[in-house]
């Protein structure tokens, strides 16, 4: 089994980071260089930095915060939001990303997925999928885009292994019913898209207790585990994490 990875999250919103609940009710959680440079520090593996109002007001990443960040951290950093073009993803990976996330743009223009990947390699590739409870889908699962704000009529499973065909190195599924509420992962919806691909799955959305991170992994199936509002206001430790990871018998970078 490969080591269980630990990802901080910085949400950005006009140069802070920021946090919501059910992707609103947004409150502000600190300078995103700070942030950065304690995970870091701290021993994440890697780190997300999403501009999370980029689609919203149909702009691009702000490049400045992605040089600011990666200048202060030495572990591989995804950057998401905005990025709708192969000169997007290029400027990204100038100003010091590892990989980027695609959410809304790939969901309008699938191609861009394939043309990234056989680019920028597959591993550069993420595919974030944001998806809400929709009884009639086939798998229960509606897509959903521009911050949760429009439902697509998509099933979000069939969509995740649409992403894996088109040469996406990893995905990102978030679930609307639980971000922010740290009341647990969506193992239902993790699970879906693990089982339905062969690609690193990233559980985000609603940690708030140590036992959640050993559920995302053992019962979500999901290789790295991003959280952020039990991180940003300290409720737990990156190395709480992980030790308590390893004493459940699950391999992880100490």
């Not at 950005?12 to 920021?18: C, I, P, Q, S, Y």
């Not at 702000?62 to 290029?90: F, H, M, N, Q």
């Not at 809304?104 to 990234?116: G, N, T, W």
Request: aromatic share 6%; with cysteine.
């Amino acid at each position: 089994m490969k080591p269980i990875l630990i990802m901080p999250c910085l949400d950005m919103k006009e140069g802070r980071v920021v946090k919501g609940v059910h992707f609103v009710d947004i409150k502000d959680a600190g300078d995103p260089v700070e942030n950065a440079r304690f995970y870091n520090e701290q021993g994440a593996d890697e780190l997300a930095m999403l501009d999370i109002a980029a689609t919203l007001e149909n702009r691009k990443t702000r490049l400045e915060w992605v040089k600011a960040v990666s200048g202060v951290i030495s572990i591989p950093l995804t950057v998401g939001g905005g990025i709708g073009s192969i000169e997007d993803i290029e400027m990204v990976i100038e100003a010091g990303a590892s990989k980027v996330s695609m959410n809304s743009a790939a969901v309008k223009d699938p191609q861009l997925v394939e043309k990234a990947s056989q680019k920028f390699g597959a591993d550069c590739i993420t595919v974030a999928i944001d998806a809400k409870r929709n009884p009639k889908m086939p798998s229960g699962f509606e897509l959903v885009v521009a911050g949760g704000t429009r439902a697509l009529g998509l099933d979000a499973i069939q969509w995740a292994r649409q992403c894996q065909g088109l040469g996406a190195g990893v995905l990102l599924p978030t679930s609307m019913d639980g971000d922010g509420t740290q009341k647990g992962y969506d193992l239902e919806f993790t699970r879906a898209v693990a089982d339905a691909v062969n690609l690193p799955v990233v559980a985000s959305g609603g940690a708030g207790e140590l036992v959640h991170f050993y559920e995302a992994a053992v019962e979500g199936k999901a290789q790295i585990l991003l959280a952020a509002s039990v991180f940003h206001y300290r409720t737990f430790s990156i190395r709480q994490v992980k030790e308590y990871l390893k004493e459940k018998g699950l391999p992880v970078i100490l």
